[in-house]
């Protein structure tokens, strides 16, 4: 099983490691800072050993890194592992702006059905069943993220399930959600963030949520 680092240090950028397994195409590590792609967050990118990592895929508990071709690496190879740091800080920093913000529409529209998600490097969307225009909450969701933002209050990560690796985030005050994603430290790191109003057809509504420039980074 794979020993996922990104849980433990979200903000480390290398990691030097072993192979575990090798079939084809499709590389297996002791442990890994590449997060693959779950619960709507896009994967990692960066590089294993010299090789560009062109696909990362759940497996169970393991993690499947899909490499060029070429590659030459085989079970027991030291490598050494690095993401894209800035990639990855978009995608924590928006991964938490929508939780924040899909936690206030819950808080404001008790009952509303989340119908879909997707967190990418430049922005995160959430879908929502609703026949009226989404975009009627704007002001107070825009207003309550931002104290939020301003309070600068840790993002506390941890394991519900170890065994079934199921994991939580909380933020004392405001809500608790299982997640297995990537999140920074603190709300202040969200920074700014802005929200657009897309109708998808009848009974469907999409918030799409950007951020300003980058906040700055706490390493």
Partial sequence: ?????FWQDPYLTELKTTVAAVRGDQVYLQ??????????????AGTIGSYPVLAAAKEGLDIAYTLPHEHTLKAGDAVELRIDWERRYRL???????EMILQLVYRHCPGIERIGAH???????????????????????????????AAGKPIETDFTDEAAQRRFWEVQ?????????THPRSTAEIGPLTLKRKRLGKGKERIEITLSSPAGILI
């Fill in 119 to 149: 967190i990418s490097a430049d922005k995160a969307r959430i879908d929502f069943a609703r026949d009226d225009s989404i975009a009627l909450l704007f002001p107070v969701l825009e207003t309550e993220a931002g104290a939020l933002v």
């Fill in 173 to 181: 005050g405001f809500a608790r959600m299982g997640c297995g994603g």
């Fill in 92 to 98: 924590m920093r928006l991964h938490f702006a929508a």
């Fill in 1 to 5: 099983m794979t020993q996922k680092i």
């Fill in 31 to 44: 442990s890994t800072i590449f997060f693959a792609f779950s619960g709507g967050q896009e994967s990692d």
